[in-house]
């Protein structure tokens, strides 16, 4: 084997977000950029030798390069296997079941998830650990100072592999196994849930849309839903996974996803229709007409969870993120099981998950998911609902309406103001920080301050503490504002604003949100001074 050691200057930015590291792709491309982190991510995880890897990452633009330079490095620093999705191809979700189910090492997954690819796009790769989930925060802090320090990486000078040939092909002393990105994922899904009480329903003329926004579940959705579930084809549109996603913005909410919302919201609009972003772990869920709220998403995944046979035993628990609003707990309370709320990000779920303490868990980000694997997953979500909407014959809406009245109804709405310049944001996080002293026991119409604080988490399995995770303003009639600064973002900062409101009166359960919610919206813009700081009329996205 030729191992070069190659010698590069310590890189000081290289800090992993909420979701791993994500750069513009031109910073990926400064050289030796990659492999510097790469390489320290193999030194912290210390593999032993021998070990397996699994690669993969969502298609977009530099992925292919990107993951021949990764061989070459796992090649020279000793890993004996890697597993990698044909073509280059793994959604997020796959790749951690086929971590699980292969029993490897860990795994590394290339992608910015749903932020815009292309040459001036993101790029994005991180590390998720045996257990199939994100790597825990101390992994993650522990490599950024690895790779503050790193003066030299390990490479095998040698050509790359076919990454389209199924099969395996040696690298060096190592072994690459070309797999099909979809097959292990596919017989997962159909082992939990009823699949043929769904393609009954598909077969009785049930109609749907499934929009992959020429992201990575292109392959995944056609084989489960037009081969496996047998819906027409067509039924999956942009399903050809492409390097820029063909120029969209692959975020399933309902700005960037408008071809759907669109197709949903006509005359002729399908019975139900979802999206899934970049890397497959994000959804989104409509009926005709019908957004329903990933808060709400979650919570009558798990009032109806024993509708699935992966899941007829019932739950352990649940655990969401705290910006994600408590519908999921008022169903937890019915099912007599705990409810955690944790800090954003995935990996905050996968101590939960291992310790057996939690079944589901949900994002208000379009993340939902189970203990099937460690990451939120889409498509999951999507079988869910079909399963659900198979054998309650339901519409969408009415399946929630019914939720609300026998549960209550958390209205809820995100603002998201992007690309801000960070000191903008940074000063209105502070401006409300400032207020902390004072807010509490003060009126603002019908609503007075119960406490505010700035969230904090003690991780009940490990004791780590994660603080500064959100600022809390909470009123006495439950209803609440969190405001937060997003750790995805690649350009300025981008402040999110979460609102929820509690509502139990069923007459009045169906009002707008964004109405609904307009007393709890101005406060917060009376809190923050938003508008005034930032010269912003009207948030980014609001969803
Ligand atoms: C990532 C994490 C999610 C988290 C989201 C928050 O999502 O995986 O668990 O909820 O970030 O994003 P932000 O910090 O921008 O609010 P993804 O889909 O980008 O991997």
Redesign the pocket.
């Known amino acids: 084997m030729n191992v070069r050691i190659i010698p590069t200057k310590p890189f000081a930015d290289q800090k992993p ?4 590291l994500r750069k513009k792709v031109a910073a990926f491309k400064v050289p030796h950029y990659l492999e510097s982190f790469v390489q320290s991510v193999f030194d912290v995880v210390a593999a032993p030798a021998g070990s397996t890897l699994v690669l993969g990452g969502d298609g977009r633009y530099h992925n292919r390069e990107a993951i021949q330079v990764i061989l070459r490095m796992a090649a020279a620093n000793g890993f004996g296997r890697v597993l990698v999705g044909q073509g280059g191809i793994l959604s ?1 979700p796959a790749a951690s079941c086929v971590i699980r189910k292969y029993g490897t090492h860990g795994g590394i997954i290339l ?5 815009p690819g292309g040459p001036e796009g993101d790029f994005g790769i991180k590390y998720n650990t045996g257990n199939g989930g ?1 790597a825990p925060e101390k992994i993650t802090d522990a490599i950024f100072a690895r790779s503050a320090v790193l003066s030299s990486y390990r490479i095998l000078d040698t050509a790359g592999v076919d990454l389209d040939r199924i099969g395996r092909q040696m690298l060096g002393d190592m072994a690459v196994e070309i797999i099909d990105p979809v097959a292990d994922y596919a017989e997962l899904m159909e082992s939990l849930f009823d699949f043929s009480a769904i393609r009954e329903l598909i077969d009785g003329g049930f109609r749907l849309c499934f929009d992959a926004m020429h992201a990575v579940t292109g392959p995944y959705a056609l084989e489960i839903i037009e081969r496996r579930l047998g819906a027409p084809a067509g039924t999956v549109i942009n399903g050809v996974p492409l390097p820029d996603f063909g120029g969209g913005h692959p975020d399933p909410n309902l700005t960037y996803a408008h071809e759907l919302v669109e197709i949903m919201n006509g005359d002729s609009a399908p019975d139900f229709g979802a999206a899934s ?3 497959g ?2 959804n989104m869920i409509l009926g005709r007409g019908f957004f329903v709220t990933p808060s709400d998403s979650l919570a009558v995944i798990a009032a109806n969870a024993a509708l699935a046979p992966g899941y007829a035993d019932g739950i352990a628990g649940i655990a969401r ?1 705290m910006p994600t609003s408590a519908a999921a707990d008022r169903v937890a309370g019915k099912l007599g099981v705990p409810c955690y709320e944790t800090p ?4 905050f779920f996968g101590n939960l998950m291992d310790a057996g303490k939690v079944t589901l868990c949900g ?5 939902t998911g189970s203990s099937h694997v460690r ?2 997953d889409g498509l999951w979500a999507v079988l869910f609902w079909l399963n659900i909407l198979a054998r309650r014959r339901l519409s969408v809406e009415e399946i929630v309406h019914r939720h609300w009245a026998e549960y209550g109804r958390n209205v809820y709405s995100r603002h998201d103001y992007e690309a801000l310049p960070s000191d903008v944001a940074a000063g209105v996080m502070a401006q409300v920080r400032g207020r902390f002293a004072d807010l509490p026991g003060q009126r603002f119409g019908d609503y007075r301050v119960k406490f505010c604080d700035d969230f904090s988490y003690t991780d009940p399995i490990d004791g780590s503490l994660s603080s500064g995770q959100g600022l809390r303003i909470g009123f006495e009639d439950g209803s609440r504002i969190v405001l ?6 690649t350009e300025g900062a ?1 402040l ?1 604003i979460y609102l929820e409101a509690f509502e139990a009166d069923p007459a009045r359960q169906k009002a707008d949100a964004q109405q609904a919610l307009a007393p709890l919206i101005a406060i917060a813009d009376e809190i923050s001074q938003l508008r005034q700081r930032s010269g912003r009329e009207r948030p980014t996205v609001i969803t």
């Open positions: 977000g909420t979701s791993g997020t992608s910015a998830s749903h932020n994100p972003d970049g890397d772990d994000r993120s954003t990000g995935w990996k994002e208000e980000s379009f993340g990451e939120k937060r600064l997003s750790g995805t973002g981008t999110r």
